[in-house]
């Protein structure tokens, strides 16, 4: 059987599926294959190994004849199309749970990077324009005590929260079910967005990006939110209205973003959000720690695996 992979892997995850599987490969380090070589090496493909940099769409589907398995080395999976999957009878898998830890980690310190303002810092010193100590040089926004607002209360949100709590912070969450183990071991409080909006000293967007989420925050969103407030979407980009975005960061509406995740990825290194000095914005790195990202491919290569071997995913997409 054959499996093709759309990014470069390292040689020791990649030993034990020589030995019985045909491997077709992406090259390069850090580029996806391009989407005619995805295309044409679908074709012939039993499993298909990919990530958030693909777009498996009805046309890749259609494409694919003998395809069983579609393994995304991610635990979102809005890039592919279920439906397509589904009336295809191919199984779709995905990593959640190893990659909750250390997505928290990076959305907590975006939180503190943006609240603190420490990429202006460091810009600062690179540009030379450090003068003296100023009595309020590089002033931010306190994190300790304040008021985080977590949209998306699942397995990173949980994570952010307990962040939180280490800070003495007042949690609030807005979901569309209850998580009685924030309210318990937590003490967060579930609110109403709008509610979330207005009290929140720190939005947090960790919802999945699905038609209900599709910009879920908007003019009428940021309108909510407090002037000194900071925003911090670690999700997907097409939660966030960019433009609605811009104008409320450009006008002080809200005092900052934070960003690891855009609309479009890469974003354009020209793109307006990324003029304005209350903007932190990362490369899509929440899950970017060493151990994660072998733990998400060891994941996504069981999942991949045990499709083609006929066995339950270790953790399929339903
Ligand atoms: N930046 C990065 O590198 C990474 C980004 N991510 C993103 O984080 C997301 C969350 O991951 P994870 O925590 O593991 O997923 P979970 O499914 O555990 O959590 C998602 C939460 O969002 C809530 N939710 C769903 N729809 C809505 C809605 N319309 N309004 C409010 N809340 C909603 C769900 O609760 P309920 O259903 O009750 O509403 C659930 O609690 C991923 O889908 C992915 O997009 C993940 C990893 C890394
Ligand atoms: O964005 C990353 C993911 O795992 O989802």
Redesign the pocket.
């Given at each position: 059987m054959k499996i093709l992979i759309t990014c470069k892997l390292p040689d020791q995850l990649l030993l034990p599926l020589k030995e019985k599987y045909e491997i077709v490969m992406a090259e390069t380090e850090n580029e996806p294959m391009s989407r005619k070589r995805l295309l044409s090496e679908i074709e012939e493909a039993d499993g298909l190994f990919t990530n958030v940099a693909d777009t498996i769409d009805e046309e890749v589907f259609d494409r694919a004849k003998h395809l069983k398995v579609v393994s995304t080395m991610?635990?979102?999976y809005?890039n592919i199309d279920l439906e397509a999957a589904k009336e295809r009878g191919i199984l779709v898998g995905h990593t959640?749970?190893v990659?909750?830890e250390a997505?928290a980690d990076?959305t907590f310190a975006l939180l503190m990077a943006t609240g603190r303002r420490l990429l202006e810092g460091m810009d600062v010193i690179r540009e030379d324009q450090w003068k003296s100590w100023g009595p309020f040089f590089l002033t931010g926004q306190e994190i300790y005590g304040k008021t985080i607002g977590i949209?998306?209360?699942?397995?990173?949100?949980l994570g952010v929260a307990k962040r939180a709590k280490g800070f003495s912070m007042d949690i609030l969450y807005?979901?569309?079910?209850r998580?009685e183990e924030a309210e318990v071991e937590l003490g967060a409080r579930y609110v109403e967005?709008d509610e979330l909006l207005e009290q929140a000293d720190y939005v947090v967007l960790?919802?999945?990006?699905?038609k209900?989420?599709y910009h879920?925050m908007g003019a009428a969103q940021f309108n909510k939110m407090k002037e000194s407030a900071v925003f911090i979407n670690?999700?997907?980009g097409p939660n966030v209205d960019e433009d609605a975005l811009y104008e409320a960061l450009q006008s002080n509406q809200i005092w900052a973003a934070g960003l690891?995740?855009f609309q479009t990825e890469p974003i354009d290194a020209k793109h307006k959000l990324l003029t304005l000095k209350n903007v932190t914005a990362l490369p899509?790195?929440?899950?970017?720690a060493i151990e994660t990202r072998m733990n998400m491919a060891r994941l996504a290569i069981n999942n991949l695996v045990n499709g083609l071997e006929g066995n339950a995913l270790v953790h399929q997409v339903k």
């Amino acid at each position: 059987m054959k499996i093709l992979i759309t990014c470069k892997l390292p040689d020791q995850l990649l030993l034990p599926l020589k030995e019985k599987y045909e491997i077709v490969m992406a090259e390069t380090e850090n580029e996806p294959m391009s989407r005619k070589r995805l295309l044409s090496e679908i074709e012939e493909a039993d499993g298909l190994f990919t990530n958030v940099a693909d777009t498996i769409d009805e046309e890749v589907f259609d494409r694919a004849k003998h395809l069983k398995v579609v393994s995304t080395m991610a635990v979102g999976y809005d890039n592919i199309d279920l439906e397509a999957a589904k009336e295809r009878g191919i199984l779709v898998g995905h990593t959640p749970g190893v990659l909750t830890e250390a997505t928290a980690d990076l959305t907590f310190a975006l939180l503190m990077a943006t609240g603190r303002r420490l990429l202006e810092g460091m810009d600062v010193i690179r540009e030379d324009q450090w003068k003296s100590w100023g009595p309020f040089f590089l002033t931010g926004q306190e994190i300790y005590g304040k008021t985080i607002g977590i949209i998306g209360m699942g397995r990173i949100g949980l994570g952010v929260a307990k962040r939180a709590k280490g800070f003495s912070m007042d949690i609030l969450y807005h979901n569309r079910s209850r998580k009685e183990e924030a309210e318990v071991e937590l003490g967060a409080r579930y609110v109403e967005f709008d509610e979330l909006l207005e009290q929140a000293d720190y939005v947090v967007l960790l919802a999945p990006s699905t038609k209900e989420t599709y910009h879920m925050m908007g003019a009428a969103q940021f309108n909510k939110m407090k002037e000194s407030a900071v925003f911090i979407n670690t999700s997907r980009g097409p939660n966030v209205d960019e433009d609605a975005l811009y104008e409320a960061l450009q006008s002080n509406q809200i005092w900052a973003a934070g960003l690891d995740v855009f609309q479009t990825e890469p974003i354009d290194a020209k793109h307006k959000l990324l003029t304005l000095k209350n903007v932190t914005a990362l490369p899509h790195i929440g899950s970017a720690a060493i151990e994660t990202r072998m733990n998400m491919a060891r994941l996504a290569i069981n999942n991949l695996v045990n499709g083609l071997e006929g066995n339950a995913l270790v953790h399929q997409v339903k």
